[in-house]
């Protein structure tokens, strides 16, 4: 179904043939970022239903929606921590209200009744782009969940906490030896160890990460530490360019008693990472954002980090 407003919009569903012009939107959006690459977001398709939309003007993309269906909602992405309207500059304020009209008459026609709506939160923005918000506003959206997240300015005089110091100078004292790059399958063993204790898993197996790896091997990568050559922490990041987020944080036994995963986060926030704009260590809240980690936050707080939020939007249609 296309759909064409006044201003010659045309809004229409993604189909595979899309993928190549759908990456080169996402590649100069205001807010696309890795995840939002048709191969990221496709590496476990067959667990969702696509209803992704293209949205041009005279044949061109000017923003792209990545969205899944399960039965009579819309979320956007299922399997995406965030995605939302993804635009170019060439979007405005007047014409993404416009978009807005069109995806609501689209998913109505399919039988949709609400839109679940995971907004790009700011650290991730390239430029100022949040029309979306402002148009759900206009449409009756209303705010449903709020998880806290914890990012580093890294350009804005941020200060490590006193005990961080202690702890990355006790891990050097201790011989912890920090290094890019090793062995996945260590670090996904490593990790599915120290989740197992909390009574959950990875969101990735070992053979997606390895997937996800081979497809953008500069912008999924593995930090780890060691001592005397034995794997004692690992990070693994996912490089937005102006951003860096740890999408994986491990360490073993004795990596926390020689502090090997506060010495790698230093090395990586002080100096493998310092010219970028933000460093991402994610939520650290529960039940919908209902429950604060405090004891977690806390942690990230000792690196200087402080809040942003990721909030989802309930669309009634």
Known sequence: MHRKGPS????????????????????????GNLLHRRGYMDYHADRFTDCSLMVER????????????????????????YAGLLSTSALRAETTLEVFT??????????????????VPRVFHAYPAEEDLYALHRLGARLVRRDLSSV??????????AERRRDIRHARQAGVHVETGGDLAAFHALLTEVLRRHEATPTHSL?????????FPQQIVLHTAHVAGTLQAGALVYDFGHAVHTQYLAASDEGRRCDALSLLLGELIGSVYADRHYFSFGISTEQEG??????????????GARAVVHDFYEWAL
Request: proline share 4%.
């Open 152 to 161: 580093v300015a890294l350009r804005e005089g941020y200060r490590l906490a």
């Open 207 to 215: 053979e997606e990460l390895r997937l996800l790896q081979a497809r």
């Open 102 to 119: 069109q995806m609501a008459a689209h998913y109505r026609a399919a039988g949709i009744r609400r839109v679940l709506y995971k907004a």
């Open 290 to 303: 209902r429950v604060l980690n405090g004891g977690l936050v806390t942690q990230k707080e000792r690196f």
């Open 8 to 31: 010659m919009l045309t809004l229409r569903p993604y189909v595979p043939a899309d993928a190549a012009a759908w990456d080169a939107l996402v590649a100069r959006s205001r807010t």
């Open 58 to 81: 005279e044949g061109e993309p000017v923003a792209v929606f990545p969205a899944s269906r399960n039965g009579r909602v819309v979320t956007s992405h299922g399997g995406l921590t």
